[in-house]
Each structure stands twice: as C-alpha cells, then as structure tokens.
C-alpha cells in the first residue's frame, strides 16, 4: 500500500543522503502514516482511514464527517 494520507494527500518526498565524504545517494522522506479507525455516525458503521498524523488532528478539528466528505470529494472510497 503506498505513503499517502487520504485527506491531505500527503506523499513521500525525495531527496539525497549526503555521506561524510559527500557522495549522494538517494533517499525517501515518508510521510508519518497511521491507521486510524473512526465511529461515523451518519452511516452508524466504523470507518479505517490512513491518515498523517497531521491529517489526525485535521480530523480532530474539523470532524469526521466533514473529513469523510472531504476525502470522498477527492475520489477515494471510503
């Protein structure tokens, strides 16, 4: 399953590693994902999202609802 978060859209960024004789390789910088399981209480069933643990406290202060609307407006299934 891929680093993103379904309400912000969250995705891993690229970047190098720089090593003491500064040689570059690659590197990826993924965003901080957690499985989250909420109460919706519009349709009376849980839902599963994988959010960031910024789009946690989206959640927190916007509402579950609001944020299930949102992540439906982008297109993903919830």
């Known amino acids: 399953m891929s680093a993103h978060c379904m309400l912000t859209?969250?995705?891993?960024?690229?970047g190098n590693r720089i090593s003491h004789s500064h040689r570059r390789t690659s590197r990826r910088f993924d965003?901080?994902?957690?499985?989250?399981?909420?109460?919706?209480?519009?349709e009376n069933r849980?839902?599963?999202?994988?959010?960031?643990?910024?789009g946690i406290k989206t959640v927190d202060v916007i509402g579950v609802e609001a944020a299930v609307a949102r992540i439906r407006a982008r297109g993903v299934r919830v």
């Open 9 to 14: 859209g969250a995705r891993p960024g690229f």
């Open 31 to 42: 965003p901080n994902i957690q499985s989250k399981r909420y109460w919706l209480a519009a």
């Open 46 to 54: 849980h839902v599963r999202l994988r959010l960031s643990t910024k």
